[in-house]
């Protein structure tokens, strides 16, 4: 099993103690390098994930020949929410709730989702389906 590294951008609740001497959630933002599963044919767990990719290219072939594609938003999100959630390796307690906080931003899903898409999975799935 192939993995890459990835730097992410989220908003975390950290608790810190204020010049009053309270203590109090403050959100921040925290950079994790985060390890990924790479795109694998022969992964078996990752089945049900290619085949959901895969027809986002449905009937997309002509589109593809002459560099006109254009993929749903709603597609994108969702390819990228499942990405996260089976892919991300979260072994640690530390890793696990990086990955919750992770989900719960919609800025730091769509900036991962943009590499995510133009960088491992249209590069992945385009020389099956193109040839």
Known sequence: MGTFEKEIKFLSKTLKQGEDGKTEWVEETKTVN?????LDRTD???RALCW??????KNKQEE???NTLKL???????ITDKYIEE?????TPEAKS???????DNIGVVQFGVYLIY???LPFFLKLIVA
């Open 34 to 38: 985060a390890t990924f599963k790479e």
């Open 44 to 46: 078996r767990s990752q």
């Open 52 to 57: 959901y990719v895969l027809g986002m290219f």
């Open 64 to 66: 593809i020949k002459n």
């Open 72 to 78: 749903n938003e709603e597609a994108l999100s969702e």
């Open 87 to 91: 892919m991300m390796i979260a072994e």
């Open 98 to 104: 990086d990955k919750t906080e992770f989900l719960k």
């Open 119 to 121: 960088d491992k999975v």
